[in-house]
Each structure stands twice: as structure tokens, then as C-alpha cells.
């Protein structure tokens, strides 16, 4: 039987199928009955879940992030939609795909993660790329590096989520730092590739996608500027030298710094042109990402205009106004016969360009 994804799902529908249960809660309603509350996702979307008359055994049973074969009723609840199971039970190994449970980036991992190696193996600096290399020789970092989404909810959260983020970063770094002469492209590529690193330690996405006990504690902002003094021990031992100070120091600033204000839970503002390059870097890859998604992205709901989005204070625009008339590899046809220039036209007197678009040409002089 065809999966129902929870992203189609309308008031009224039947659930039979095995689904991701999160955030599980045991309740009790004010006759002191019992009940479960808690999430159920797919790779389409999270509702909020209830079992009612539920007991401890029940809850006992369940994992707290993990898969189930559920039954239940999709209802409207105050105009959002929540699942209320039936029954719940083991899912059996063999009959789901957990591709249609767990939202999985598009993009070919293994390249993605050379082509993160090749970036960060441009480095120069041979104290940022000993520092750099010490997180590159950390196999299980770099494992969960290449699984981890980059966020819960709000962009890149699928699996392979953090490590597609980070190299879209990388590559708009690499080619915007070329247009800033002063800015020092080793600590802003550095700054990228570390700046949502923890992560892969914060969040949890075995099963489910949450947060585990220390990223609630902790958070991956500190905790990647953590990190930082860490993987400085282990380079000072590759290169048998000392990482300076105020490079570690630099650097951490950048982690610290990137969610860029403090009402966005950013522990200090940026205060280098490196820290303000990731932060408006990482930041646009982030906006951009969550308003193509909600605008242009797969199955989003019809009409001109999205809900209102937090993100942006307000909703968004939806329609592509400018579609291209021809792929990019072929030449625009020619509109009546080529122009013919003159001698004089080929070589200018003066420094000036000179405009020959027969458009132009051809028009005449406005008064001003």
C-alpha cells in the first residue's frame, strides 16, 4: 500500500504505517487519567501526536526517539493538525524505508566532503591548516559531520544537512574573499567550516531529529568554540610548535559571533571583518535556503503569497516573475540584420565606452 506522507494528510485520514515518535511525554488530564503526548514525523512533515487513556506500561515501551507502526486519526485541532494514536507497537526491521522517514540531502555526500577537503587543503597558514587538519583526521567527527542536519526545523534539516550548509559557505566564501583584498581568507574559510561544527554533537538524528541532553545544556555555539582549544592541543603536537594565542582566540570569536546578534542567541557580536564576512556568509546560505523552501521548494501550498514567516518578519512572494526563455547554452536569436561598425567605432578617440546597441542607437534623445 502507497505510504501517506503527513505533508498530504487532511482532518479525517487514517494512519497505518510506520512513522518517527519524538519528544515523548507522559500526561495526566485533570481526572488524572493518563496520556502521551508527543511528536510523529516523516520525511514530509511533524504533527503533534496524542494517545488517550494511556498508561505508564505503555510509555515505558515506547522509545523516546525512535520508529513505531502506529494506527491513528488525523484530526484539526485549534486549525492545526494532530495525529491521535489508536494503537502503537514495534516497527519491524525490513518493513519501512527510512528514506521515507528521515528527510536526506539531495547532493552526493562523498563528493561534497572532497570537495570540503580541497577548500580547506587551499589554506596557507600553516597554523590555521595544522588546526584545521586536526578536525579532518577526527574519523567519527568527521562521520557525524557528514550525517548531521544543520538545524531542527529551520533550513538544511535533512541528514547531510550541516555538511551541504557548510560547503555551500565554503564555496560563497572562497569566492567572495577575492573582492576584499584586506580580508584574510584563511580565517574566514576556517571561521565556516567551524562555525556550526558542534552540531554534529548538539543534535540528534539517529532515528529522529531532536536535541540531546548537552546541546539543551550547552549548545553548539559554545561548544564549537570549545573545541577549538581541543584540536589546538592535537596541532601544536603535528607541528611541534605552539598555535599563537591570538589565533585561537580569533577564531573562537568567530564561532561565538556568527549567529551575529544577541537576540538570536549569539554570545558576543562580530567584531573582526572575518567575523562579520561568516556571519552575513553563513546567514544569507541559511535565509536563503528557508525562503526558496517555503517559496519555490517541492509541494508548497498554492497561491502568490507564503504564511507569515518568523524568519523574515512577514510572508513572502512566491512566483518566479522571470523564468529563462532559453537555456543559458544557447545563443539568443538575432533580431534583424547584424549592425556594421564603423573604423572609428572599433577604436574610440577617447577612454570613454562607446554604446553601439542599435536599441540605443536608434533612440531618439530625451528631453530633460
Same mark, same amino acid.
Given at each position: 500500500?502507497?505510504?501517506?506522507?503527513?505533508?498530504?494528510?487532511?482532518?479525517?485520514?487514517?494512519?497505518?504505517?510506520?512513522?518517527?515518535?519524538?519528544?515523548?511525554?507522559?500526561?495526566?488530564?485533570?481526572?488524572?487519567?493518563?496520556?502521551?503526548?508527543?511528536?510523529?514525523?516523516?520525511?514530509?512533515?511533524?504533527?503533534?501526536?496524542?494517545?488517550?487513556?494511556a498508561t505508564r506500561e505503555i510509555f515505558n515501551y515506547l522509545p523516546d526517539n525512535g520508529f513505531v507502526k502506529i494506527r491513528a486519526r488525523v484530526e484539526n485541532y485549534q486549525n492545526n493538525l494532530q495525529v491521535i494514536i489508536e494503537s502503537v507497537g514495534p516497527a519491524i526491521e525490513g518493513s519501512y524505508d527510512i528514506a521515507d522517514l528521515l528527510p536526506t540531502t539531495e547532493k552526493d555526500i562523498p563528493q561534497m566532503l572532497a570537495k570540503v577537503d580541497e577548500l580547506l587543503g587551499s589554506v596557507q597558514n600553516r597554523h590555521v591548516a595544522a588546526?584545521?587538519?586536526?578536525?579532518?583526521?577526527?574519523?567519527?567527527? @568527521?562521520?557525524?559531520?557528514?550525517? %548531521?542536519?544543520?538545524? *531542527? /526545523?529551520?533550513?538544511?534539516?535533512?541528514?547531510? +544537512?550541516?555538511? #551541504?550548509?557548510?560547503?555551500?559557505?565554503?564555496?560563497?566564501?572562497?569566492?567572495?574573499?577575492?573582492?576584499?583584498?584586506?580580508?584574510?581568507?584563511?580565517?574566514?574559510?576556517?571561521?565556516?567550516?567551524?562555525?556550526?561544527?558542534?552540531?554534529?554533537?548538539?543534535?540528534?538524528?539517529?532515528?529522529?531529529?531532536?536535541?540531546?541532553?548537552?546541546?539543551?545544556?550547552?549548545?553548539?555555539?559554545?561548544?564549537?568554540?570549545?573545541?577549538?582549544?581541543?584540536?589546538?592541543?592535537?596541532?601544536?603536537?603535528?607541528?611541534?610548535?605552539?598555535?599563537?594565542?591570538?589565533?585561537?582566540?580569533?577564531?573562537?570569536?568567530?564561532?561565538?559571533?556568527?549567529?551575529?546578534?544577541?537576540?538570536?542567541?549569539?554570545?558576543?557580536?562580530?567584531?573582526?571583518?572575518?567575523?562579520?564576512?561568516?556571519? @552575513?556568509?553563513?546567514?544569507?546560505? %541559511?535565509?536563503?535556503? *528557508? /525562503?526558496?523552501?517555503?517559496?519555490?521548494?517541492? +509541494?508548497?501550498? #498554492?497561491?502568490?503569497?507564503?504564511?507569515?514567516?518568523?524568519?523574515?518578519?512577514?510572508?513572502?512572494?512566491?512566483?518566479?516573475?522571470?523564468?529563462?526563455?532559453?537555456?543559458?547554452?544557447?545563443?539568443?536569436?538575432?533580431?534583424?540584420?547584424?549592425?556594421?561598425?564603423?573604423?572609428?567605432?572599433?577604436?574610440?578617440?577617447?577612454?570613454?565606452?562607446?554604446?553601439?546597441?542599435?536599441?540605443?542607437?536608434?533612440?531618439?534623445?530625451?528631453?530633460?
Amino acid at each position: 500500500m502507497r505510504r501517506l506522507f503527513l505533508k498530504s494528510c487532511e482532518p479525517g485520514d487514517i494512519l497505518d504505517d510506520v512513522y518517527v515518535l519524538s519528544n515523548k511525554q507522559l500526561s495526566a488530564t485533570a481526572n488524572g487519567k493518563h496520556f502521551i503526548k508527543g511528536f510523529i514525523s516523516d520525511r514530509t512533515a511533524q504533527l503533534t501526536a496524542r494517545m488517550w487513556n494511556a498508561t505508564r506500561e505503555i510509555f515505558n515501551y515506547l522509545p523516546d526517539n525512535g520508529f513505531v507502526k502506529i494506527r491513528a486519526r488525523v484530526e484539526n485541532y485549534q486549525n492545526n493538525l494532530q495525529v491521535i494514536i489508536e494503537s502503537v507497537g514495534p516497527a519491524i526491521e525490513g518493513s519501512y524505508d527510512i528514506a521515507d522517514l528521515l528527510p536526506t540531502t539531495e547532493k552526493d555526500i562523498p563528493q561534497m566532503l572532497a570537495k570540503v577537503d580541497e577548500l580547506l587543503g587551499s589554506v596557507q597558514n600553516r597554523h590555521v591548516a595544522a588546526l584545521l587538519q586536526a578536525y579532518l583526521d577526527d574519523k567519527e567527527l @568527521m562521520g557525524n559531520f557528514a550525517r %548531521a542536519p544543520a538545524a *531542527m /526545523s529551520f533550513h538544511h534539516a535533512y541528514i547531510g +544537512g550541516l555538511l #551541504e550548509h557548510t560547503l555551500n559557505a565554503l564555496e560563497v566564501a572562497d569566492a567572495v574573499v577575492k573582492f576584499y583584498p584586506g580580508l584574510n581568507r584563511d580565517l574566514v574559510l576556517a571561521g565556516v567550516f567551524l562555525h556550526d561544527i558542534a552540531k554534529t554533537w548538539e543534535l540528534s538524528y539517529v532515528t529522529a531529529f531532536g536535541y540531546t541532553d548537552g546541546g539543551q545544556l550547552v549548545g553548539h555555539i559554545v561548544k564549537s568554540a570549545m573545541w577549538v582549544e581541543e584540536k589546538a592541543k592535537a596541532a601544536e603536537v603535528t607541528l611541534g610548535e605552539t598555535i599563537p594565542r591570538n589565533l585561537i582566540d580569533v577564531l573562537q570569536h568567530i564561532i561565538l559571533s556568527h549567529h551575529g546578534e544577541y537576540e538570536f542567541g549569539s554570545p558576543r557580536l562580530p567584531s573582526t571583518p572575518e567575523a562579520i564576512a561568516v556571519h @552575513m556568509i553563513e546567514n544569507m546560505d %541559511a535565509k536563503l535556503m *528557508m /525562503s526558496l523552501g517555503v517559496t519555490r521548494g517541492e +509541494g508548497v501550498s #498554492e497561491g502568490n503569497w507564503t504564511e507569515y514567516q518568523k524568519a523574515f518578519n512577514g510572508k513572502l512572494y512566491r512566483p518566479d516573475v522571470a523564468p529563462a526563455d532559453a537555456p543559458l547554452t544557447e545563443a539568443l536569436p538575432i533580431v534583424g540584420p547584424a549592425p556594421t561598425r564603423s573604423p572609428a567605432a572599433e577604436t574610440p578617440a577617447s577612454g570613454n565606452v562607446q554604446i553601439s546597441n542599435p536599441l540605443f542607437a536608434a533612440s531618439a534623445p530625451r528631453n530633460k
